[in-house]
């Protein structure tokens, strides 16, 4: 079988990098010939890949997604190119992952995999495909994707722009995505697809996984101060960083760290029992934060999946989430307990009944990851859909 992958980015502090790259090797390991495209960062390690143009392409579609609201729609030299090296691999399927981030042109992608009627696998990592802008949403209650994106109030948020062009975004993405078998990282993302206009494309849930032996518990080195911990790539937003800061006031005795990346302002405006880690990508490092933590709690607005949560139960540290999107899906009553983020007392009452609790969460929270998050699980069922898929062909 010849596999064709394509994403954003294929490093590994990426999500969606990380898995396409994942999924990639695993299909090699079996034999499998595969080829990774990207189009910013560097390349992965240890899978044949190719860069989809280069840094001028991802300038200049910027510039066109900020001044048009052209996300996808530039790159049309980039994905010729990229078309060329598709045909020359003869792929028996094409994996795709997020197509936003300013490096493809989906229209003549699209244009390509339909005329050649090559089987296409597409894992939706956010909500971008079925919009006329967003990739998030639901924080904002916008549902406007339902009916057609009229005028989208929030063209600001990314991929932003300065004007809205939602209407022909959503009408153009109408017309060109309807070859590709979905796959959703979640239930509850699965269940907003058949919402949209890709509801008759056929659909598929596999979870997101984890490598269980990068994220696990290591040697504690902990005081007797209540030790909270958040964890996000950025704190923009959809993040809710601002529940960390009533939090610390509400428990001024408690020690939270923080990882991610946070503006000057929200530091600024932080107490002094909140520690900023920065950003951290080495599980290693992230894997003793985690370990070393009594609680994570999960306080976005909106999340697809919610890979932090599992990677904290992979450490062995209970969670305790925002009963929003996909956030519930995870936990369980031995794993965490799951909350309205907005209610500042059920929060303190979900902690004191972790931290008192005769729960070995030890043990639960990383054998729930092993059993349903793990690495291979999640590898082996991209793999079957790709064998049940071309057996259909």
């Not at 969606?16 to 499998?32: D, E, F, L, V």
């Not at 044949?48 to 510039?63: D, E």
């Not at 090559?118 to 894992?123: D, G, K, L, R, S």
């Not at 990508?281 to 994570?296: E, H, K, M």
Request: hydrophobic letters at 35%.
């Amino acid at each position: 079988m010849r596999i064709f992958a394509i994403n954003t980015v294929a490093r590994a502090d990426n999500a969606p990098g990380r898995i396409m790259t994942q999924i990639a090797k695993a299909a090699s390991r079996q034999g499998h010939e595969v080829m990774v495209a990207y189009g910013r960062g560097l390349p992965p390690k240890g899978i044949a890949s190719t860069r989809i143009g280069g840094t001028m392409n991802v300038l200049w579609h910027t510039m066109r997604s900020r001044l048009d609201d052209a996300e996808g729609l530039a790159s049309m030299g980039a994905t010729l190119r990229l078309i060329k090296e598709i045909t020359e691999f003869k792929p028996d399927i094409v994996h795709l992952h997020n197509l936003h981030g300013h490096y493809i042109n989906y229209l003549h992608l699209f244009d390509f995999l339909n005329c050649e009627r090559i089987p296409v696998v597409w894992t939706l990592h956010d909500c971008w495909a079925y919009t006329g802008h967003c990739a998030y949403y639901a924080a904002n209650g916008c549902y406007n994707w339902k009916t057609g994106c009229e005028k989208c109030e929030f063209f600001k948020e990314y991929p932003k722009s300065i004007c809205c062009n939602s209407a022909q975004n959503f009408e153009l993405k109408k017309k060109r995505f309807t070859n590709a078998h979905i796959v959703a990282v979640s239930q509850w993302l699965g269940k907003e697809i058949e919402q949209s206009f890709l509801r008759d494309l056929p659909l598929t849930v596999i979870p997101n996984g984890i490598d269980a032996f990068s994220f696990r518990p290591t040697d504690s080195i902990r005081d007797n101060k209540l030790t909270i911990v958040g964890v996000a790539n950025n704190w923009e937003p959809r993040k809710n960083f601002d529940f960390f800061v009533n939090l610390a006031k509400r428990l001024p005795e408690a020690l939270i760290n923080i990882v991610g990346n946070a503006s000057w302002t929200q530091k600024r405006n932080s107490g002094s029992n909140i520690k900023f880690l920065g950003r951290i990508t080495n599980p290693s490092q992230l894997s003793g934060i985690y370990t070393n933590a009594d609680v994570y709690i999960n306080a976005s607005r909106e999340e697809t999946f919610g890979m932090t949560t599992i990677e904290a139960m992979a450490c062995g540290t209970p969670v305790i989430v925002n009963n929003t999107t996909a956030l519930p899906e995870v936990v369980t009553s031995d794993t965490g307990l799951i909350v309205d983020i907005d209610n500042i007392e059920s929060v303190v009452h979900s902690i004191d009944s972790i931290t008192n609790s005769h729960i070995n969460y030890h043990e639960t929270c990383r054998n729930h990851v092993i059993t349903h998050y793990s690495r291979k699980r999640m590898t082996d069922q991209y793999i079957d859909l790709y064998h049940t898929i071309l057996n259909k062909k």
